[in-house]
């Protein structure tokens, strides 16, 4: 689920992982424009959206903070998904 990191969580996106949680979809949070986030403010942003994505049982645990221009965050991001596949794939095959 894409965020706009410069701004955080909006009540539409809660909207989305409730539905996302009813219907047993997992999903990772993913923040966005982290070269527009001050390096000092990003620390506070990530905490913030952990502690809201705490109470939901369909949300991966950690949350991804990107950047699309400077590439911050999309090595760690692209191997969490291949990690997913991975282990979904060694699951399956058992």
């Known amino acids: 689920m894409l965020v ?5 969580l909006k009540a ?3 909207e989305t992982m409730r539905l996302l949680d009813a219907s ?4 990772a949070v993913v ?3 982290r ?3 001050k390096a000092a403010d990003q620390p506070g942003r990530i ?5 809201a994505v705490r109470p939901h049982p369909a949300a991966y645990p950690e949350v991804f903070f990107t950047s699309a221009p ?5 090595a760690d991001l ?11 794939s060694a699951a399956g095959a058992g």
């Open 70 to 74: 400077s590439g911050e965050g999309v």
């Open 31 to 33: 923040l966005t424009k």
């Open 35 to 37: 070269d527009e986030v």
């Open 4 to 8: 706009d990191g410069r701004h955080g």
């Open 78 to 88: 692209r191997a969490h998904i291949a990690r997913l596949i991975a282990e979904r």
């Open 47 to 51: 905490a913030a959206t952990l502690e």
């Open 24 to 27: 047993a979809v997992s999903y």
């Open 12 to 14: 539409s996106d809660g």
